[in-house]
């Protein structure tokens, strides 16, 4: 919600009802929130409203005698009376000023730490990403190597499975060719011992 002139005049109002001066930093914590670039202008017009003259009515007869001598033997102490407290306005108003200022270079600090520690954070995540996508990279790498391994590996199993089943048939015909020379040896065997009975 944002904070509107009336609550920064009453604020400013009650401050100087306790004998304190009305700051821009005082009357922010008086409300407990509102930035400093909200309250400062709306407070500044209510200081100029609170310093505007207010002008008598012209008295219709002069002052006797009396009074203006009496008037000009207290002057001196009025002028010294009103200069000091003006000496102390502006110095209640330089105190604020000041505190004002160092406040707003505290955060100007802060956000400058803030902004560096971001850009630290950047930094470090693009490093990070950099990492990854070099990581990435390698490991596709890696992947396309051992497919092609995994590739060649195949096709050095299929040839094997290929000559496996080659020499399985010429063995298998080559017990058949043994056989019939078994036969033919024994048929030849056969027919000697029948010629020599």
């Not at 920064?8 to 400093?36: E, N």
């Not at 730490?113 to 490093?127: M, R, S, V």
């Not at 995994?150 to 496996?164: C, F, G, L, Y």
């Amino acid at each position: 919600m944002a904070i509107t002139q009336e609550q920064i005049y009453t604020a400013a109002d009650a401050i100087v009802a306790t004998g304190k001066t009305a700051t821009v930093a005082a009357v922010r914590a008086s409300l407990g929130a509102g930035s400093f670039s909200t309250i400062t202008p709306i407070l500044r017009e209510w200081t100029e409203a609170q310093a505007l003259p207010t002008v008598a009515a012209s008295p219709t007869a002069p002052a006797p005698l009396a009074v203006i001598d009496c008037l000009t033997a207290i002057a001196p102490q009025v002028w010294a009376i009103a200069a000091l407290a003006a000496n102390e306005h502006l110095a209640a108003e330089r105190n604020a000023m000041d505190l004002q200022r160092t406040e707003l270079l505290a955060a100007l600090a802060d956000s400058t730490a803030t902004g560096e520690i971001i850009a630290a954070d950047l930094e470090t995540a693009q490093e990070q990403i950099a990492d990854l996508t070099t990581l990435v990279t390698r490991l596709k790498s890696n992947q396309t190597a051992q497919s092609a391994a995994i590739h060649a590996a195949e096709i050095r199993t299929a040839v094997a499975e290929a000559t496996t089943t080659e020499r399985a048939a010429r063995i298998t015909d080559l017990q058949a060719v043994v056989e019939q020379l078994r036969a033919a040896i024994q048929m030849n065997q056969n027919q000697s011992a029948a010629g020599c009975g």
